[in-house]
């Protein structure tokens, strides 16, 4: 069980609580488990938590927010509900946001003339329509904002944006209006802060990682919002991490591109503009924030399946690790080729020397072990799965000192593809339904 | 002629980097506001595209951020196809950002770190 949401409910105030579970790859498996049963397709592990925390949340009246209902807000919801009768809770509200999910709608677009073109790539859906395991609309904050308007303690959607979450319940509580741009940037500025666990509190922390105290009991980020949109960023008092201008800056630059235009359904928040001031310990003040008018358009987030990967490690010991390694690699290669198997591509790294800095990977004088990582990639199954089983035999036939074969053949995964698209804000319509226990 | 000094990036900057598809970005932070200019100057399209050289195979676009003390470095097709496709260890390329900090820069100005 995470500690993370209970914390938060628990060990100081707070209003609202964001719980983001989607990441790109997420619909598609949340699909398949759909289809194998109609009750499914949401984020498991969601219905224990909310089960642990709703307790306390109920009696301070903290409402949760989330999007791990996945391609099936309603069966969570009727989960969750199911759990809270056997309980005996009383005048439990939950909304769902439904609309986003148009997996079975691709035809009927295209044959509306929305194309859902790959925006990255410009290629037309028709090279993979009938491959698609998923495909999601975007909504942003007002769906929520809408649940929050009829009362629902609980707030269960499909595919929202992070930033979404955490806007919302600043626009329900404050009566911030559609084209309060500057406002609803911050809101959205506030939310990209708080979308990564602790990575604004001290997690992942570059400048200096050794001066973040107790991150053991690391306190998630709180955005201690304002009517005028100013935005305290800050955690629980008696929890480890820091929360600091420079933590906060580094969150701020994670997974961002031009800080000019970040869009969401909500605005086009100027990143450029953001104002920070300390103002206490762990307090961290965002203003000034600007935004600009939101596009016509939501992005549609569809994935396919294309090929598959096996990829598989071998320890080499002391001495002549790396070259070793590196002998076993040529070996390895050259047993596959021999084989007449094909694959898209085939990498192979070598942790412990260069996997994550690749050429810029400066050579240590002596090393005491070193692990190939090998990896391959391509459309044919059997081909894929015929590589798991050339890489035990290296132990007994190719270079000496190796171990760390233990986690067996490498299997299999399928490659899912992602395609982002664009579609009118006016082709879909969010729908919000709050029901009550 | 020469240079004033040779320094680290990693003694003047943090760093933070993700993924977005097959494209890793890399925000870089001066530790002091007068290390900022160092960093606008020095730190060109150019030069980052020759550090990343083998690990960027597409272009690399800058965006300056002077109100973080901020540069924000998109490296394009960074991530071996990204994602599920990406065979690399790094797929999601969290440490490109210790990567850029490895960067030695010989300036021409001499500064106390």
């Not at chain 1, 800050?234 to 235009?261: A, C, D, M, W």
Request: hydrophobic fraction near 40%; aromatic fraction near 8%; include cysteine.
């Amino acid at each position: 069980m995470q500690t993370a949401p209970y914390d938060q409910v628990s060990k100081g105030p707070i209003d609202y609580i964001m719980m983001d579970f989607l990441a790109e790859v997420t619909m598609s498996i949340m699909q398949k488990q759909k289809k194998r049963n109609p009750e499914l397709g949401y984020a498991k592990d969601l219905v224990p938590l909310v089960e642990h925390i709703l307790p306390t949340c109920m009696e301070k009246d903290i409402k949760i927010i989330t999007n791990g209902g996945g391609v099936n807000p309603a069966g969570c919801r009727d989960a969750i509900f199911k759990w809270a009768r056997k309980k005996g809770i009383k005048n439990l509200r939950i909304g769902v946001v439904l609309g986003d999910d148009i997996l079975d709608q691709l035809h009927a677009l295209n044959a509306k003339g929305i194309a859902l073109n790959n925006m990255e790539t410009g290629e037309g859906l028709d090279s993979v329509r009938e491959k698609v395991m998923s495909a999601n609309v975007y909504f942003g904050a007002w769906p929520i904002v809408d649940a929050l308007n009829k009362g629902a303690q609980i707030i269960i959607t499909g595919r929202t944006t992070d930033t979404g979450l955490t806007l919302a319940p600043m626009i329900h509580e404050f009566g911030w209006k559609q084209d309060d741009w500057d406002k609803i940037a911050a809101g959205t500025v506030a939310g990209h802060i708080l979308e990564c666990g602790g990575q604004a509190s001290g997690g992942n922390f570059s400048a200096d990682w050794r001066a973040v105290p107790d991150i053991a009991h690391i306190g998630f980020p709180i955005a201690e919002a304002y009517p005028n949109a100013e935005i305290v960023i800050t955690k629980h008092e008696n929890t480890g991490g820091l929360v600091s201008l420079q933590t906060v800056k580094e969150q701020l630059l994670y997974e961002i591109g031009n800080p000019s235009n970040y869009i969401t359904p909500d605005c086009v928040a100027d990143f450029t503009t953001i104002q920070l001031e300390e103002v206490g310990k762990n307090r961290i003040k965002m203003f000034g924030v600007k935004g600009k008018v939101a596009t016509d358009s939501y992005k549609v987030s569809m994935s396919y399946l294309d090929g598959y990967t096996a990829i598989g490690t071998l320890t080499y010991a002391w001495p002549d690790a790396l070259d070793k390694a590196k002998a076993a690699d040529q070996i390895l290669r050259t047993r596959l080729a021999d084989l007449g198997l094909k694959f898209d591509e085939i990498r192979s790294e070598f942790m412990g020397y260069d996997s994550c800095h690749g050429p810029l990977s400066v050579m240590p004088g002596e090393i005491n072990e070193v692990v190939l990582r090998f990896g391959v990639r391509g459309h044919d199954h059997a081909a894929v799965e015929r590589f798991g089983k050339e890489l035990a035999p290296l132990i007994l036939t190719g270079p000496p000192a190796v171990t760390g074969f233990a986690g067996g053949r490498p299997k299999p995964s399928e490659v899912i593809a992602y395609w982002p698209a664009l579609m009118p804000k006016s082709a879909v319509k969010p729908v919000v339904e709050v029901a009550e226990v | 002629m020469k240079r004033a000094m040779r320094i680290k990036l990693l003694d003047i900057a943090h760093a933070r980097s993700g993924d977005k598809g097959d494209t890793g970005n890399v925000g870089v932070i001066a530790r002091k506001r007068e290390y900022y200019p160092l960093l606008t100057k020095y730190l060109t399209v150019d030069r980052v595209k020759k550090h990343f050289e083998g690990i960027a195979l597409g272009k690399v676009e800058r965006f300056d951020m002077p109100n973080l003390w901020a540069i924000n470095f998109l490296l394009h097709e960074a991530l071996g196809g990204g994602g599920t496709k990406s065979l690399k260890n790094d797929a999601q390329g969290k440490t490109l950002s210790s990567a850029m900090l490895r960067m030695e820069l010989d300036i021409d100005e001499r500064i106390t770190l």
